[in-house]
């Protein structure tokens, strides 16, 4: 009997540093920053966006889950503003302003100890709002689609707190806005985003 008991405290103990160790091995990998970032992003191609408006420019934040080994979450924010480019295709309204968050996953590939690269898949959403010319309120519009891209991200310290990151992103924007015509229809809700960014990442 009390073999047995000391073949399940043993047991027990085991499992126990077992698990232990798999949580520390958990917990380590786990770090967050934070990327306070400028972006310019254009609309290349045949689109009501590109055609209309000039250079969307912005300003925001990323917030960064390193979650296990080089794989992990990301949500970043930025808030544009973009000046019109042909008013006769913008009509009624005037230079918008656009909310737009990207929700992604990345994966990090180590090349140096003081530079990596992180490759991003994931989805954005987008809130454009174009004031009336004649004073009488705003145009709204909410749209969402696909985004993949890349951060070149140089490590400034011996820590690895503190990084410039580099990054360029494509953006697919498809608005509600129907048509009879689809090829109207295509013009003026879908959308290629090309960005490029600078960032000050902390990492704590």
Do not use: C
């Not at 000391?6 to 499992?15: A, D, K």
């Not at 009509?91 to 140096?112: Q, R």
């Amino acid at each position: 009997m009390i073999k047995k008991w000391i073949l399940l405290f043993i047991l027990l103990g085991s499992i126990t540093t077992s698990a232990q160790r798999r949580k520390n091995s958990w917990t380590e990998k786990v770090t967050f920053s934070a990327d306070p970032h400028v972006k310019v992003m254009t609309s290349p191609g045949n689109n009501f966006l590109g055609d209309a408006f000039d250079y969307f420019y912005g300003f925001g934040i990323g917030l960064n889950a390193n979650l296990y080994r080089n794989f992990g979450l990301g949500v970043e924010y930025t808030y544009f503003l973009a000046n019109i480019k042909k008013p006769e295709l913008s009509g009624y309204l005037g230079a918008p302003s656009m909310n737009n968050f990207d929700w992604y996953l990345f994966h990090k590939d180590k090349i140096t100890e003081e530079f990596f690269v992180e490759e991003v898949l994931g989805y954005s959403t987008y809130r454009m709002k174009s004031p009336f010319l004649d004073g009488s309120g705003k145009f709204s519009e909410g749209n969402g689609g696909l985004n993949f891209g890349a951060k070149a991200v140089l490590v400034l310290d011996a820590e690895g707190i503190q990084a410039f990151v580099f990054g360029a992103k494509l953006n697919f924007y498809h608005s509600k806005i129907g048509n009879q015509n689809p090829d109207i229809e295509n013009y003026y809700s879908k959308a290629t985003l090309l960005s490029f960014s600078l960032a000050y990442r902390f990492t704590f």
